[in-house]
């Protein structure tokens, strides 16, 4: 087991700025695959989730970038980061001025590096390690990062999400062509292109939008 998941997390990123957002710097990993078979061997357990929490994946680098630029969206307001990973998207809301803001993960070590990242940004971001997929807790913007990736979670994420835009939340997304984003009901609002890990993606530079999803 690892003791000290923030002591594990330190030992294998490098705090960098993230390219598309130079604002924020996050504790990230060099070589995806390389730190997921680290993370693997030290729980003793295989087949655990990729680390999403140590990379600035282009649909939260597009938000990011979208938010600190527009701070309107969400300054003043209660804000919901979902599958926030690194908090990326989290710190930005919290940097443009947010009242109170939320990054929510399934993954514990997500929480972790949450916690970390935004104390090295100076952000007060709580971390929740929980799946709120189907509930309102009344937040006012929520944010939501690169989550189309698969169909099945894709689809139950996003009707959520339209129901709390039918409620009067704003709800954003950024995505970088992911194959699962619905094509309905869907507002640009940017794009841009950003760069990101080649280990990841199957480009250096990936042109991602923010979009305004419809209720």
Not at 32 to 45: I, V
Not at 144 to 166: F, K, N, P, Q, T
Request: hydrophobic share 50%; charged share 25%; with cysteine.
């Amino acid at each position: 087991m690892i003791a000290d998941p923030a002591a594990f997390i330190r030992a294998n990123t490098r705090l960098l700025p993230v390219p598309h957002a130079p604002e924020i710097r996050l504790h990230v990993a060099e070589e995806a695959t390389d730190l997921w078979q680290r993370t693997e061997e030290e729980l003793g357990q295989m087949g655990l989730p990729p680390p999403f929490w140590a990379f600035a994946w282009a649909g939260g680098q597009a938000l990011a970038r979208y938010v600190l630029d527009h701070p309107e969206t969400v300054a003043g307001r209660r804000v919901l980061d979902f599958a926030s990973g690194s908090g990326l998207v989290a710190i930005a809301a919290a940097r443009a001025g947010a009242a109170r803001v939320e990054a929510a993960d399934v993954d514990a070590f997500a929480g972790v590096a949450i916690a970390l990242n935004a104390q090295a940004n100076g952000a007060a971001v709580a971390a929740r390690i929980e799946d709120l997929v189907g509930r309102d807790e009344g937040w006012e913007t929520v944010l939501a990062g690169d989550i189309c990736y698969e169909r099945d979670l894709a689809e139950r994420v996003v009707a959520w999400l339209r129901g709390l835009s039918g409620r009067g939340a704003t709800v954003l997304v950024g995505d970088p062509g992911r194959a699962y984003l619905p094509k309905d009901r869907l507002e640009r609002l940017a794009e841009y292109e950003v760069p990101v890990t080649r280990s990841l993606e199957d480009a250096e530079i990936k042109r991602s939008a923010v979009w305004r999803l419809a209720g």
